[in-house]
């Protein structure tokens, strides 16, 4: 680019113009489904699957109430929340590594991109996994190896981290530095805990609401995306 011309600003030009390219895609697309699919009585009848029951809203009040109207649910809430705040005490750690070895906007969302690339990637291959570990073995087995994942990961990233000033006179030896090992160790952690979360983790937390009655599947899965999932996320 000629000097003087913000390249993150470019950048980010490029980004919106393809956030505006994919908007137009999706019009077009449901507009072609409405038009083409929902008029062929081949494809779709009228007022079919209109008997599906609709989701409730509670409040976090009603939330708090019904979780602890029923203890099951509670362990249900307390697994959403311990991992919500486990992956945002070390993602927050990791994001603030990453602004020290990326000071540049565009390297930042240059990392930050592929960073998303490899977490769809992994994830996809441990679904294939996930499949057959819940298949194969048992619910526990499946239920219990995110929480392992993300125990281990986040020991061996803090590690690094909190031994930062004893490794730094030897990293740079292999051509490295303590920041960028704590980031790439980081990336690490963040891909592997969220591709099992993904794909074991979500699926064994929806299988944990079947021994419950059709009542409290639905209100009870309501409630726990309150109080688990909303005050997991800003709980780190």
Known sequence: LPAGVDSFAVNLKYLMGSVFVAGLIIVATY????????????????????????????SVGESFKYILSNPYLGLIAVLVLAYGIAINLVEGVWKGQIKIAFPDMNDYNAFMGQFTMWTGIVTILLMVVGNN????????????????????????????????????????????????????????????????????????????????????????????????????????
């Open 31 to 58: 507009r072609w489904m409405n038009k083409n699919v929902l008029t062929d009585p081949k494809l779709y009848q009228p007022g079919e699957g209109s008997g599906k029951k609709k989701k409730p809203k509670l």
């Open 133 to 236: 570990i819940l298949r194969r073995l048992s619910w526990t087995t499946a239920a219990i190896i995110t929480p392992i994942m993300v125990l281990a990961t986040s020991a061996i990233f803090f590690f690094f981290v909190w031994k930062s000033t004893v490794l730094d006179p030897f990293l740079p030896m292999l051509g490295t530095t303590v920041v960028m090992v704590a980031v790439i160790v980081g990336q690490i952690q963040n891909v592997l805990s969220k591709g099992t979360k993904y794909s074991l983790f979500d699926s064994t937390k929806q299988m944990a609401y079947i021994p419950l009655d059709p009542e409290a599947k639905v209100k009870g899965q309501a409630a726990v995306e309150v109080i688990g999932g909303r005050a997991g996320k800003s709980g780190g």
